[in-house]
């Protein structure tokens, strides 16, 4: 075997210039695999952790704004609303919330959102699993004080104690949350009278209701659906189906255009091999003369196609990992596209299996050639 | 003295029952035994290269046995056969068929590597084989830079490669010129003289002088 790899890469590199437009092609194809790949990765961790903060959860929304996904623009949840949703019967605690999208500053190019919620809340935030950084949390009696996502505070340089302006009123930084890769890296939360004040609003963006009993979560939110006609009662386990079902759209869109053009690309390598069997058709003709088996000619051929595939597939995965690098910080931070090890091993494996649906024709007929025959071939 | 190489009422048609049948060889039966040196001629067409294709298992018959070491090879399937071509028979052609891309050295190594011998071992014996063939200096020339005589000797290492039981040549002295072709042919010679056993295709008179068998191929048959 280790005699094949040897004779493999002289004889791969015999047609220089062809041999690299063969493994472009497949470097092409694989790079945009880890590329768009890695969007659909980071989509589905950065749904998990939103999930992981949702779960056991009913998201209550006013009808028409459908949930998470629009922020609630629009919605209103009055101090009525939620004190009906409180007496409800199997409701253990309601959370209700304000969220705003900062204004865009000169300077920076993303937006911040802004959270509102009940200092006495901030500990089930804390116990769905997200702990600071640094600092502390909000407490009963804060007013201007405020927690920052990690990525807010690196991108503005800010520390404990520092103070941050919202709607031009001061706000001392009390913590800092640590890093989640989720929305909440780019968050300000305030205490919500507070932050309602300052938007000038009565009314809630969003409630999140916990149920006494989260074995009977879907039941509750059917009999709350039924008694409210204005709001819709969302589990986290819809919305973990609602937004699976997206970014499994969006990977099978993805993984789907850039296969079509690594397939492409594994056709360029059949074609490679094929150009390469018919000029060393003597050549193989000779080996098989001086004792090469057809399984050691099958053999040769797959492993050079797949060296030469493989070799692509390591290019595009390095390249694409630099694209998806720089995907992140052109949108800075909003898709935290990743590389994860599944996606590395998967667009290799894929490279190889190109490699072999490439080399196998080639491979075989090399295989079947008669010698004596191929030895006459000029 | 024991047989090598034994062939039993072969026969090779072309096309076989069809309007362009072509009876290559008819009832062939010959021994080949060891240390010997066979001289095969006979007019072109006469189905000489096709025996000798035969012998080496590079080629099936179409009716008949061949045996080589005593052991019938006829149900053997390609991949066995070349196993045999590799391990018991090594070939000399005309056209010398060396692999272009390849060193003097890595020609004669193919065979080894083929076999899966270590590489070291495989360096070793290919250099000294070359020495032996009297191209000492010319390990790491190409084809293209040798001379045709060169190039034969390069065949024949390489012919030498595996240890064969018998060397099967196919006018190995066609393509060069008289005096060249003398070099080649007392290369035979010592060799045989070293006990390695050689089949040749031949019309080089000289070749047939030194040979302890003739055999003389005329119309797909043996005339004596």
Not at chain 1, 173 to 181: L, M, N, R
Not at chain 1, 239 to 263: E, L
Not at chain 1, 342 to 371: D, E, H, R, T
Not at chain 2, 67 to 72: A, L, N, S, T
Request: negative net charge; aromatic residues 6%.
């Amino acid at each position: 075997m280790n005699d094949l790899l040897d004779l493999a890469i002289k004889n791969i590199f015999r047609q220089k210039t062809r041999t690299t437009l063969t493994i472009v092609g497949i470097l092409i194809g694989i790079s945009a695999v880890v590329a768009l790949g890695s969007i659909s990765e980071g989509m589905k961790s950065m749904m998990n952790e939103e999930m992981q903060f949702l779960g056991g959860t009913i998201v209550v929304s006013s009808q028409g704004s459908s949930g998470l996904m629009t922020g609630g623009i629009g919605s209103e949840i009055t101090k009525y609303d939620l004190a009906n949703f409180e007496s409800f019967s199997g409701v253990k605690q309601v959370i209700p919330y304000v969220m705003r999208i900062g204004e865009i500053q000169i300077g920076q190019g993303h937006p911040v959102q802004i959270i509102g919620i009940r200092t006495e809340d901030v500990d089930y935030f804390k116990s769905r699993g997200t702990d600071l950084d640094s600092g502390r949390i909000l407490e009963t009696g804060d007013t201007y004080q405020a927690l920052i996502g990690y990525k807010y505070a690196e991108d503005n340089d800010l520390e404990i104690g520092d103070s941050i302006e919202v709607k031009k009123n001061s706000f001392e930084v009390v913590g800092i949350i640590e890093k989640t890769d989720a929305g909440m890296d780019n968050s300000i939360i305030l205490p919500l009278e507070t932050m309602m004040d300052t938007y000038n609003t009565e009314n809630y963006q969003s409630v999140f209701i916990i149920p006494e009993d989260l074995s009977k979560i879907q039941d509750l939110a059917d009999d709350l659906t039924s008694s409210f006609d204005d709001f819709d009662f969302t589990t986290s386990n819809d919305i973990v189906k609602q937004m699976s079902r997206i970014v499994d759209m969006i990977s099978i869109f993805t993984i789907g255009i850039s296969s079509i053009a690594a397939i492409v690309g594994g056709l360029g390598v059949m074609n490679t091999m094929i150009m390469s069997v018919l000029e060393r058709k003597r050549e193989i003709g000779i080996m098989k003369a001086i004792g090469a088996t057809n399984k050691f000619v099958l053999t040769q051929i797959l492993v050079e196609s797949v060296m030469i595939s493989l070799i692509g597939g390591i290019l595009g995965l390095l390249i694409g990992g630099v694209g998806s690098y720089s995907l992140r910080f052109i949108s800075s931070g909003l898709t935290s596209a990743r590389v994860t090890i599944n996606l590395a091993i998967g667009s290799l494996s894929f490279a190889v299996f190109l490699g072999l649906f490439g080399g196998l024709y080639p491979a075989w007929s090399a295989s079947k050639l008669n010698p004596i025959e191929a030895i006459r071939y000029e | 003295m024991s047989e090598i190489i034994e062939l039993k009422n072969i026969e090779k048609i072309y096309n076989q029952g069809k309007s362009n049948e072509l009876k290559v060889l008819l009832d062939i039966n010959l021994k080949i035994e060891r240390g010997e040196m066979v001289a095969i001629f006979g007019p072109s067409g006469s189905g000489k290269s096709t025996l000798l294709h035969i012998m080496g298992c590079l080629d099936k018959p179409t009716r008949g046995k061949v045996y080589i070491e005593g052991k019938d090879t006829s149900k053997l399937f390609d991949d066995s056969l070349a196993r045999i071509r590799r391990e018991k028979i090594g070939f000399v052609f005309q056209q010398f068929n060396l692999i272009n891309v390849f060193t003097a050295l890595e020609n004669v190594e193919m065979p080894m590597r083929i076999a899966g011998w270590s590489k070291s071992k495989t360096r070793e014996r290919a250099v000294e084989l070359l020495k032996s063939v009297g191209l000492g200096e010319r390990l790491n020339h190409f084809p293209n830079q040798l001379s045709g005589g060169e190039m034969q000797r390069v065949a024949i290492a390489r012919a030498l490669a595996n240890k064969p039981s018998i060397i099967l040549a196919d006018e190995p002295t066609g393509n060069l010129d008289t005096k060249t072709g003398a070099g080649i042919i007392e290369l035979i010679k010592d060799l045989n003289k070293k006990d390695f056993t050689f089949v040749i295709i031949t019309h080089d008179p000289r070749i047939a002088e030194s040979a302890g068998k003739k055999i003389n191929i005329k119309d797909g048959k043996i005339s004596r």
